[in-house]
T-cell receptor, first 117, second 115 residues
Framework: AQSVAQPEDQVNVAEGNPLTVKCTYS??????LFWYVQYPNRGLQFLLK??????LVKGSYGFEAEFNKSQTSFHLKKPSALVSDSALYFC???????????????FGKGTKLSVIP | EPEVTQTPSHQVTQMGQEVILRCVPI?????FYWYRQILGQKVEFLVS????????KSEIFDDQFSVERPDGSNFTLKIRSTKLEDSAMYFC?????????????FGPGTRLTVT
């Protein structure tokens, strides 16, 4: 079974400072990893994904994430936070080996990011 | 930019009643999904749908649930006889193809409240 952990319910960061939102995963095989963001009254919006290749992936709005296989982590980062980045962030995983016809994503509980002006 | 849309945004119903949640996926997408999020808990997979049939479902998706694509644009989730524990935010999603390299695009959700 696959699972995702986001150890922090909330992360507070000052505007202009770097931010990190943590995610660790557990799968039996190799993972496909995703980050989504949710603004109030909006759906989950895709930010970035790791499939294969370079461990550092870049996504929308200046976000990036680093895949670390040995630590089974996929932390979301941004060098300089904006107030407009304040939202709920979800990490999700799919196990490559979960079988044909299985496309479900397993989500973490979400981390609320607050960027303080 | 194309978006997944969902209606209604909020549905209140009494226990035992049937509800239908509606979704319009992105037009060139072929795979459709329903997820739900009970308040304060994780987003959970319910079902995936392709070529007019269910391709995968979770243990949550029991006989009280059904999905349908009644026409070329809508994708619906029906709960036959709602229970209090069905109260949640229900998200519809779609993807252009089946491979997991193709990210899923989510709608804004329908908040279902069962009283």
């Amino acid at each position: 079974a696959q699972s995702v952990a986001q150890p922090e319910d909330q992360v507070n960061v000052a505007e202009g400072n770097p931010l990190t939102v943590k995610c660790t995963y557990s799968v039996s095989g190799n993972p496909y990893l995703f980050w989504y963001v949710q603004y109030p009254n909006r759906g989950l919006q895709f930010l970035l994904k790791y499939i294969t290749g370079d461990n550092l992936v870049k996504g929308s709005y200046g976000f990036e994430a680093e895949f670390n296989k040995s630590q089974t982590s996929f932390h979301l980062k941004k060098p300089s936070a904006l107030v407009s980045d304040s939202a709920l962030y979800f990490c999700a995983v799919r196990d490559i080996n979960s079988g044909a016809g299985s496309y479900q994503l397993t989500f973490g509980k979400g981390t609320k990011l607050s960027v303080i002006p | 930019e194309p978006e997944v849309t969902q209606t209604p945004s909020h549905q209140v119903t009494q226990m035992g009643q049937e509800v239908i949640l509606r979704c319009v996926p992105i037009s060139n997408h072929l795979y459709f999904y329903w997820y739900r999020q009970i308040l304060g808990q994780k987003v959970e997979f319910l079902v995936s749908f392709y070529n007019n049939e269910i391709s995968e479902k979770s243990e949550i998706f029991d006989d009280q649930f059904s999905v349908e694509r009644p026409d070329g644009s809508n994708f619906t989730l029906k709960i036959r006889s709602t229970k209090l524990e069905d109260s949640a935010m229900y998200f519809c999603a779609s993807s252009v193809s089946s491979g997991s390299v193709y990210e899923q695009y989510f709608g804004p959700g329908t908040r279902l409240t069962v009283t």
